[in-house]
């Protein structure tokens, strides 16, 4: 089944809720794989692209995307990228200080 994606929601599409017009038009051809025809659509969010990327990725259907125009690919690919890239979160060293009382706060910090 071919669903275009322009005439189910706009060739510019900015939010992630989007998902769910895809979804509920899927619905109506169970068991059955799924085009998800791009042609015209210039732009999507990159919340709208994490969203795609989910449902393609973790759905029992086969879902084919297709005519996908420069930006939507490049947006796309960046969602798969972040997702296959390990995110390290760098650590300083920070001390932690506890304190009692106010009082005690306020003397650490005219130290400073």
Same mark, same amino acid.
């Given at each position: ?24 038009? *899927?619905?109506?051809?169970? +068991?059955?794989? %799924?085009? $998800?025809?791009?042609?015209?659509? &210039?732009?999507? @969010?990159?919340?709208? /692209?994490?969203?795609?990327?989910? *449902?393609?990725?973790?759905? +029992?259907?086969? %879902?084919? $995307?297709?005519?996908?125009?420069? &930006?939507?690919? @490049?947006?796309?690919? /960046?969602?798969?990228?972040g997702?296959n890239?390990k ?26």
């Open positions: 089944m071919i669903i275009r994606i322009a005439d189910l929601i706009s060739t510019d599409i900015r939010s992630r809720s989007n998902i769910d017009k895809i979804k509920d038009e *899927m619905k109506k051809y169970p +068991e059955q794989d %799924i085009i $998800l025809d791009f042609c015209g659509v &210039t732009f999507i @969010s990159r919340s709208f /692209a994490d969203e795609l990327y989910s *449902m393609v990725y973790n759905n +029992e259907a086969k %879902i084919e $995307l297709i005519n996908l125009s420069d &930006t939507v690919s @490049s947006m796309i690919e /960046a969602v798969k990228s997702r890239t995110r390290i979160h760098p650590v300083d060293n920070t001390e932690i200080k506890e304190f009692d009382d106010i009082k005690s706060l306020s003397l650490f910090l005219s130290t400073m």
